[in-house]
């Protein structure tokens, strides 16, 4: 027989688990996001150390990157950068950023390979100078009207600085 006080306790012990999990959880979500100039935000999935940059969105189908969604790769510095899109299952605007979050350029509507071997050829930008690059799914009404000089807004506790303080390093 289960007496009241053993079920008051078990109840206390899983709202109390549903109260540390339920948070944490919707953090995840929601951590880091972005706004651009028109007041469009995004909830944004970072792309800190080396392993996170060479895995990117491949992989993910398009039901698992909303286009309420992007993905920010984290450089500790300007630098060349260009990226190319293997194991991709849905086409991208790859938006390239300075170190205060301007728009450097941007290409828009970039092809989808689902696969890592060639032919068919697989996609790959331009090189330019940026220190951070923003991947958006093509159908995302975030990326629609930006244009080079844009600059978007970082919306998180944590400052982008301490971030980018992070890059590279194994986690």
């Known amino acids: 027989m289960i007496t009241i006080y053993q079920k008051s306790s078990k109840l206390i012990k ?3 688990l549903i109260a540390v999990l339920v948070p944490a959880f919707a953090l995840a979500k929601s951590d880091y996001n972005i706004q651009n100039p028109k007041g469009l935000k995004i909830a944004l999935r970072l792309a800190i150390t080396q392993d996170e940059h060479a895995k ?3 992989g993910l189908k398009q039901k698992q990157f909303t286009n309420k969604e992007g993905m920010l790769f984290v450089n500790d510095g300007m630098g060349t ?44 930008t331009k090189s330019y ?8 799914n093509a159908k995302s009404p975030f990326s629609k009207d930006l244009k080079p000089g844009d600059k978007l807004k970082w919306i998180s506790k944590t400052p982008i600085s301490e971030i980018v303080l992070k890059t590279h390093r194994p986690r």
């Open 14 to 16: 899983n709202l109390l």
């Open 129 to 136: 100078q940026a220190q951070f690059v923003l991947e958006t």
């Open 56 to 58: 990117g969105l491949s």
């Open 81 to 124: 950068r260009r990226f190319w899109m293997p194991d991709t299952y849905f086409n991208l605007d790859i938006i390239f950023l300075d170190q205060d979050l301007a728009v450097v350029d941007l290409e828009k509507n970039v092809p989808s390979h689902p696969g890592m071997i060639e032919p068919p050829v697989i996609y790959r």
